[in-house]
């Protein structure tokens, strides 16, 4: 209990707390301002020195002390789990009319008066710069889908901040996804990507290096000098959630955007929901918001007109989503040749390391790889009876591969090994369940093991992320002599990339075999 008590003491000296005539101020986060505000209720202490607090605490009886403990754990418990009911005043602040914790309307008060302290007493944008240079940055906050489609998307959007004249922050990376903000299973960059080798790329096109967080706070530490609220076709990217705290705000902006004739509105709500995100990011405070702007992405064909009409040569500049090029999606008009491809992309080292040990330890050469897609065919509606048809191909395919490397490096067909990885594992698309539920996934994953049975899988590497996982199996597959692919997608394009470059200097090179193709406006039953 004692040392309890010096902990909640400790936690207040370092957030900075000041207790004065029963009003907090802090530089540091919400959170610890909530947890001390609720002890000092529970004890009736209104008192500016935390020596004093922590005399009267040490002198209660010990049962006292305890349940104080417990019911500051109470709290503190239903601060996590029902966080839109804690108001940001206190009982001076709500006009000595008590206190308003459990009113709806209350709770509206509060939240007004709390936009009001949040950026009470803020520099300008001109002020507090922290000595960064003069480079224009670009932060994107979050990025839509898995990461086929996420490193094609992320390469238009190199393209887009070239052409914008801007430097990108690097994002992280987990579970297959690229975010903008760290969190508890967030990985850096580099966890995927050869960020030396990326950023050596970038140069060597006229590209700008991409920025580390610490880069962006120096830059950046003065706060986003506009944050743009990304409008798109498909509304399932544009992160509006109906349960979201300023939802009917943030839907006015969008209705406001796409109804004006430049598809661009003010949107003074995206200064509230920006304003404790950063802290995540390493800010020691949650910086000041110069302008909000929401933006029809369609109405945008050339990222300089977006540039000047939207960001205007500011600074600091912050999105919410970035979906990439395509239908219901942006429509920049970008120099296709200048756009670096996925592939270009090297993986980090140790990823690389581990499936190169895998091939060394298990497969050997030859040996032909294979990719089962089934969720790109699912979504359109393919039935379980044809892809299991098409998982019978498959295997026809791959007897004929193996008998081919056979004559080809003079060993018995019977030897040539076969790699398998499909979507259909537990690790695997993360959107697999709205298209194929859990019994049919299993049904067809034992089916394909049935049709393949002397195929070498690779288990968990113990990396902790699927992405990574996914990222090994990738090259262990683009890496074989020949492979078969069975239904399309952009992380399976990307192992066709891969392996057309690594089979680029062979001495007998062999095409590679599609089953099964997927097209948006045609699915095929045949074999290119």
């Not at 010096?6 to 919400?30: E, K, N, P």
Request: with cysteine.
């Amino acid at each position: 209990d004692q040392v309890t008590v010096f902990m909640v003491l400790g936690m207040r000296a370092r957030a900075g707390l000041d207790v004065r005539c029963g009003r907090v101020y802090t530089t540091d986060t919400s959170m610890l301002i909530v947890f001390y505000r609720l002890l000092q209720r529970i004890i009736r202490l209104s008192v500016g020195k935390s020596a004093v607090s922590m005399r009267i605490l040490m002198r209660m009886p010990g049962s006292l002390k305890r349940l104080l403990q417990l019911s500051a754990t109470v709290l503190l418990v239903l601060f996590f789990t029902h966080p839109q009911v804690w108001p940001f005043s206190n009982d001076h602040e709500a006009g000595g009319k008590g206190d308003t914790l459990w009113s709806a309307n209350g709770h509206k008060r509060n939240r007004a008066r709390g936009r009001r302290a949040l950026l009470r007493d803020r520099p300008s944008l001109t002020q507090n710069r922290s000595g960064g240079d003069s480079r224009k940055i670009l932060w994107v906050d979050h990025f839509s889908e898995q990461m086929g489609r996420a490193a094609v998307n992320y390469a238009d959007l190199m393209m887009v901040a070239k052409m914008m004249n801007r430097s990108l922050v690097e994002p992280y990376v987990h579970r297959s996804r690229m975010t903008g903000r760290p969190n508890f299973d967030t990985k850096p960059f580099s966890f995927y990507y050869d960020t030396d080798h990326v950023n050596q790329l970038l140069e060597s096109r006229g590209f700008s290096k991409l920025l580390t967080a610490k880069e962006l706070r120096s830059n950046c530490a003065h706060g986003w000098d506009v944050v743009a609220l990304t409008l798109y076709a498909d509304a399932g990217f544009n992160m509006l959630k109906k349960d979201g705290e300023y939802y009917d705000d943030l839907k006015d902006c969008e209705r406001r955007a796409l109804s004006s004739e430049d598809g661009i509105a003010d949107c003074p709500a995206l200064k509230y929901v920006s304003r404790f995100m950063p802290i995540k990011m390493g800010f020691d405070r949650a910086p000041y918001v110069g302008r909000g702007v929401a933006i029809d992405m369609a109405r945008f064909h050339d990222p300089q007109v977006l540039e000047k009409s939207v960001f205007k040569n500011d600074q600091c500049a912050q999105i919410f989503v970035w979906a990439g090029q395509g239908e219901k999606r942006a429509h920049f008009q970008l120099p296709e040749k200048a756009i670096i491809a996925p592939h270009e992309l090297r993986h980090s080292e140790k990823l690389l390391s581990i499936a190169r040990k895998f091939i060394q330890k298990n497969l050997g050469h030859p040996y032909v790889g294979v990719h089962v897609r089934a969720e790109k065919n699912r979504k359109f509606g393919v039935s379980i009876n044809d892809l299991k048809e098409c998982i019978s191909t498959v295997a026809i395919e791959i007897n004929k591969k193996r008998h081919t490397l056979g004559e080809v490096f003079g060993v018995d067909w019977q030897s040539v090994k076969v790699f398998f990885a499909t979507d259909m594992y537990s690790h695997g698309s993360d959107t697999m369940k709205k298209h194929l539920d859990e019994e049919s996934k299993l049904d067809l994953l034992l089916f394909a093991r049935k049709e393949l049975p002397d195929a070498v899988e690779i288990s968990d590497q113990g990396l902790g992320d699927n992405g990574a996982q996914a990222i090994v199996e990738m090259h262990v597959t683009a890496e074989a002599d020949t492979i078969v692919v069975m239904g399309g997608g952009n992380f399976q394009e990307w192992i066709v990339s891969l392996h057309e470059q690594t089979q680029s200097n062979a001495a007998h090179p062999l095409s590679t075999t599609r089953v099964c193709a997927h097209k948006r406006n045609e699915w095929k039953r045949t074999i290119d």
